[in-house]
């Protein structure tokens, strides 16, 4: 591509391309020297990326702050701190909840009759991550690798019933909510009502909030610890989820979550 050289330097590897930040380039390098060693040192860091131990200190500082390294009091190195393995266990754990929830979506779609998906929450917005469609000529389509409002649709309605009310203001500091539909929740106001309903019942609903004709039931997985990780839903159109649809599925919904909040420990 224009704009890059990789051409080998005398070391052997690549150049880097143009147009890199410096100092972003000089913290995932140093982040990644954990790959090989439990324990990173100022001196060895410093050796390694031909930095300063001036400007080592002060990644290992700003890195330290935001809680990616930690150092030991007693050999004075760093390793890796609460966030970063975090980051990394979340992205393990996402991986492997798609793979465990397939037989669980299979039988959610073959009890009910209709689409089940698996979504988890980012920011404001639900990511689709899998889904398992009804055999049905008529039915509600996978929605895998969307992207919508969380407020807009039961699955991410029920993610978003676990956090406080202090982080959804945060979210929505405005107080108002995106209306993808007439029936859409349109502000934090009304969002904290259904979000109570939700904890109380132990599902949530969406009817016709995110996509007119379409309605979805959704409940929560947990982890060991009660976290909630991502939750399923089951979804069908509008003209065969009529009077008393809502009622029939939920059971089925709330089983299945629970049966794989069991499995996920």
């Known amino acids: 591509m224009a704009g890059e050289d990789d051409t080998p330097d005398r070391s052997g590897q690549a150049k880097s391309p143009s147009g890199l930040i410096g100092a972003v380039d000089n913290v995932l390098h140093l982040l990644r020297m954990f790959e090989d060693h439990e324990t990173i040192r100022v001196n060895q860091v410093a050796q390694r990326m031909g930095l300063s131990r001036s400007t080592v200190h002060r990644l290992l500082a700003t890195l330290s702050h ?5 150092q030991d009091e007693g050999s004075r190195g760093y390793r890796p701190g609460p966030a970063l393995v975090d980051i990394g266990l979340s992205v393990v754990v996402n991986i492997d909840i798609q793979a465990v929830s397939r037989d669980a979506l299979t039988r959610l779609r073959d009890e009910t009759g209709e689409t089940a998906h698996l979504a988890c929450l980012r920011g404001t917005d639900v990511v689709y991550l899998d889904a398992v469609e009804s055999t049905q000529a008529v039915r509600a389509s996978s929605r895998v690798g969307w992207s919508v409002p969380a407020h807009a649709t039961a699955i991410g309605k029920v993610m978003l019933a676990e956090l406080p009310v202090t982080e959804l203001a945060a979210l929505h ?3 108002e909510l995106a209306k993808l539909t007439e029936h859409t929740i349109g502000t934090l106001d009304d969002l904290l009502l259904a979000l109570a309903a939700v904890r109380e019942r132990g599902y949530a609903t969406n009817d016709g909030e995110s996509q007119l004709e379409v309605r979805s039931v959704a409940a929560a997985v947990r982890d060991e610890h009660g976290h ?4 399923i839903a089951v979804t069908a159109p509008s003209s065969r989820a009529g009077t008393g649809w809502t009622e029939s599925v939920a059971p089925t919904v709330t089983r299945i979550a629970k049966e794989l909040s069991e499995r996920i420990g």
């Open 173 to 175: 500091p405005r107080g």
């Open 228 to 231: 909630t990780r991502v939750a």
């Open 66 to 70: 935001h809680q990616f390294v930690q």
